[in-house]
């Protein structure tokens, strides 16, 4: 599946820089890109990812199984080009209310051999009203064929006991041009972020957004926007059935399972780094949060399962264990964007 122009050529330029500076160079080119309209849509029919069975989740329709993950078009510069690249949805942040410059440089590093990713960007991104814009300037709602999804963060400077403002200032600034939310409070990289996965702030924090969106909901005559939670790979099986439980109960969409994990095993337990792991490690543990949460919700909660994509076998391992769709992040730096075109597929051979 890994295209040879990419792992003969663009790869091995890419894997001599420092991986930001390539993360940049990506991020623009794709920006420039996106700004072709007409290329755009003709790259996205000769690609032809339409699934043969477009999958409807949350009152969305997605035309294909494959998402981008959040982190990569972290202010939605290239939605264009990434629906062109061929995803069948794209969620773009983590977006906090106000821009921030994120941690210090570096922050961002690849392990070749392990296939495998360790990142502390920590949310630096250039807020919510910029983001607004660009979405309503590239992919008006109105003018879109792939759902755009928004991953909404609290500021670092904001105290976890004030997150809640940060997470419903997010949902106000982009209801209007967000197809889903969602909910990250599982990033190690913003400090205490996860605790919000603790009982105590999660029924505060979801209850809160879920009674914005129904007001927004009864103000306008619509149906309330489709709001998931993107969750920790670290969280153990109690702590995991607890905010399941808390989804159910304020009638959440579904869950984004996972984001990096902290744990360092096998090669990285003498890495130093800290920061999210992502990529081919992380591919059985979040493999294993899915099989959880199917199993306890008798598969009545979607999941898009997220976590170490490499290739269609470990996408299909994915939606047998109970994912209704899939993202990459890492996998697109190790195959190219080629990945996109050949789990599409793949999986579409896989559904049957
Ligand atoms: C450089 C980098 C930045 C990321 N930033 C975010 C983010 O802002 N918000 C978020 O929810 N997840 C973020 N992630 C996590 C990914 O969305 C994804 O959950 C994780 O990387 C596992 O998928 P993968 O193994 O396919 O990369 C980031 C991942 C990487 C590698």
Known sequence: MIDPFYEKFLRRIFFRLDPEEVHEITINGLAWLSRMKTICQLLHKLNGTYSKKPVHLFGLKFPNLVGLAAGLD????????????????????????????????????????????????GFNNDGAEEMKKRIQRSMPKDRRSIPVGVNIGKARSTALEDAVDDYLACFCALADQADYFTVNISSPNTPGLRKLQEEEYLRELLGAL??????????????????????????????????????????????????????????????????????????????????????????????????????????????????????????????????VRGLVKGLSEHQG
Do not use: W
């Open 74 to 121: 972290k202010n939605a510069q290239c939605l264009p080009a990434f629906s062109a690249m061929g995803f069948g949805h794209v969620e773009t942040g983590t977006v906090t209310p106000r821009c921030q410059p994120g941690n210090e440089r570096p922050r961002l590093f690849r392990y070749p051999e392990q296939e495998a990713v360790i990142n502390r960007m």
């Open 210 to 339: 879920q009674t914005e969106n129904n007001d927004r909901a009864q103000r306008l005559g619509s149906r309330p926007l489709p709001i998931l939670v993107k969750i920790a790979p670290d969280l153990d099986y109690r702590q995991i059935e607890e905010l399941i439980d808390i989804l159910l109960d304020l009638g959440y969409d579904g869950v984004i399972a996972t984001n990096t994990t902290i744990a360092r095993t096998g090669y990285f337990k003498t890495i130093q780094e800290n920061g999210g792991l992502s990529g081919r490690p992380l591919q059985d543990k979040s493999d294993k949060v899915i099989r959880f949460i199917h199993r306890i919700t008798s598969g009545k909660l979607p999941i898009i399962g997220v976590g170490g994509i490499m290739d269609v076998a470990s996408a299909a391992r994915k939606m047998d264990e109970g994912a209704s769709l899939v993202q990459v992040y890492s996998g697109l730096i190790y195959r190219g964007p080629s990945l």
